[in-house]
Nanobody, 118 residues
């Protein structure tokens, strides 16, 4: 059974930092592109960052320079380091794993809430 479990969300003040983790099980982790998405109620889910199986990152333009995606294939973990957080970053953050044989949607975690507020 495939599971993606996000953790590390919470309440942080503007300008602060958080590191989200995505723990995977039931998949060959190194086969998968891992992506982080976020969603605000009433809005579409938007891509934050993605990292290839080999560790090459890509970021949405608004996150460049503030967020860092990484992965540890030996531990089946992916991370999203978020710095200089702004209230506009408040959202539920989701981890997604997708590969050529997983189907178009891939697998999703349950999400972790990030709230940026003073």
């Amino acid at each position: 059974q495939v599971q993606l479990v996000e953790s590390g969300g919470g309440l942080v003040q503007p300008g602060g930092s958080l590191r989200l983790s995505c723990a995977a099980s039931g998949i060959i982790f190194s086969d998968y592109i891992i992506s982080w998405y976020r969603q605000v109620p009433g809005n579409q889910r938007e891509l934050v960052a993605a990292i290839t199986s080999g560790g090459s990152p890509n970021y949405a333009n608004s996150m460049k320079g503030r967020f860092t995606i990484s992965r540890d294939n030996a531990k089946d973990l992916a991370y999203l380091q978020m710095d200089s957080l702004e209230p506009e970053d408040t959202a539920v953050y989701y981890c997604n794993a997708k590969t050529w044989y997983s189907g178009l949607l891939g697998y999703w975690g349950q999400g972790t809430q990030v709230t940026v507020s003073s």
